[in-house]
């Protein structure tokens, strides 16, 4: 049996590229001339927000005092999750060191950056989640210097609540600047800030171009597209949940792809039949970017069995992966492109995307196939050395200068032959290409 697209996309998840490289590009090099002066026309210009960009302490603690405390306790909750789960993530990386050869000792060390840049949207939705998922990760890896940088609405400021979650995370500072002009700020070191060595973070289409023109300059967390979600489901599926999940994910935007995958095509054709009213049933703005991403993005396909399931999700490698089937021990062991994966309907992404403690700045567009997530390690630079005794530098000297010299690289062979004369006077080797 091939699979059978009951329902196929009419568009793929890309935006403009060309135009949206021009103008975040020209942006980028306005910044970069006219400095803080610049970037606070920008703000004014898109974020319409004329008040203090980096906020004080005092504006800190007036924005905390209106966060209500069950909030707060759930904020809490979420960055316990989050702090935790990355404090053990950190804990599976070592410095080691072994010795190669009698007297040749080399090793591994970790070492965080210095200044993490981490951008939580504020704009349609107010993403306290991503402020939790950023800047706690950068904590606990040991980054010396945290900016938390989100949209500040017109009149209003950078919503209490992510200014509530930035802080208690352990963000340095607390930057009220959206868009291309809060990547650059971070990134060019204005407002007194020192530059970011990483930049991370979800955000819209500018935002993720600005950070891939910036990739090298700094580093960043990974090249995002818009987010995705495939369900996995067989014949014994909720299909009330299944329906629901997809809804739940189609409302991040009007073009993050959802996709049901299935070995039962009645399943699929009632989670079809359930869709749409969830989705008419939600407030206006989710339902108008539900409505789109169902219309145009989403699939629903049929395949033969769930191998043939497991491969046509691997082929996606989406960003959230929701098994919702039986035996889930043979979907852990058998998936293998994913962002994060979500086993049995009793989790869900949404649970992922807010509070359990794995982080939801995840792989979109197919990246899963290669990389994964957000994690502490991305903050952390994984280095080298070595050191040796002269008698143990003596056979590593002898190999590298013939390597060197059939590679026709003479100076490298040189370095390990003046240690050779200098170390064994009395000795002869031979160090030609064919010795």
């Given at each position: ?7 196929k996309a009419t ?421 030609s290409a064919n010795g």
């Open positions: 049996m091939t699979r059978e697209y009951l329902k568009l793929t998840a890309k935006s403009d590229a060309s135009e949206t490289h021009k103008i975040v590009t020209d942006i980028l090099a306005d910044i970069e001339a006219g400095g803080d002066a610049k970037a606070l026309e920008y703000t004014a210009k898109f974020d319409r927000y004329d008040g203090n960009v980096l906020l004080t302490q005092e504006e800190i603690d007036a924005a905390i005092a209106t966060v209500p405390e069950k909030l707060k306790s759930d904020i809490r909750f979420a960055h316990d999750n989050v702090k935790r789960f990355a404090e053990l993530q950190k804990s599976t990386v070592a410095d080691v060191e072994m010795e190669i050869a009698p007297g040749f000792v080399a090793g591994q060390k970790s070492i965080p950056v210095d200044a993490a840049g981490c951008y939580v949207p504020g704009g349609r939705y107010s993403h306290i989640a991503s402020a939790i998922m950023t800047v706690t990760t950068a904590k606990v890896a040991g980054c010396k210097h945290i900016t938390a940088c989100s949209p500040p609405r017109p009149g209003v400021g950078v919503a209490p609540a992510i200014i509530y979650a930035a802080h208690i995370c352990g963000a340095d500072k607390i930057l009220a600047m959206g868009g291309v002009q809060g990547v650059a700020a971070m990134t060019f070191g204005l407002f007194g800030l020192p530059k970011a060595n990483i930049l991370v973070g979800p955000g819209n289409q500018f935002v993720a171009e600005a950070k891939r023109i910036l990739f090298g300059r700094v580093g960043i967390d990974m090249i995002a597209g818009p987010t995705d979600s495939l369900v996995l489901a067989d014949k014994n599926a909720d299909p009330h949940i299944v329906a629901t999940d997809l809804v739940s994910q189609a409302e991040h935007g009007y073009n993050s792809p959802v996709w049901l995958v299935t070995d039962d095509r009645a399943l699929a054709q009632k989670v079809m039949s359930l869709v749409p009213d969830m989705i008419a049933d939600l407030p206006e703005l989710n339902r108008e970017n539900a409505f789109a991403a169902w219309r145009d993005y989403a699939e629903v396909i049929v395949c033969a069995d769930r191998a043939d399931m497991a491969a046509c999700s691997d082929e996606y490698a989406p960003e959230h992966l929701t098994v919702q089937a039986d035996d889930l021990d043979w979907w852990l062991a058998n998936l293998t492109c994913y962002g994060s994966l979500f086993l049995g309907e009793e989790t869900t992404v949404s649970y992922g995307d807010k509070a359990t403690g794995t982080n939801h700045v995840l792989p979109t567009s197919g990246a899963a196939s290669y990389t994964g997530g957000l994690s502490v390690h991305k903050y952390m630079k994984i280095v080298t050395w070595q050191r040796a005794t002269r008698d143990g530098s003596k056979a590593v000297a002898e190999a590298t200068a013939r390597i060197s010299r059939l590679e026709g690289m003479e100076g490298h062979a040189r370095a390990a032959d003046v240690r050779l004369a200098k170390y064994f006077p009395d000795e002869t080797f031979d160090l």
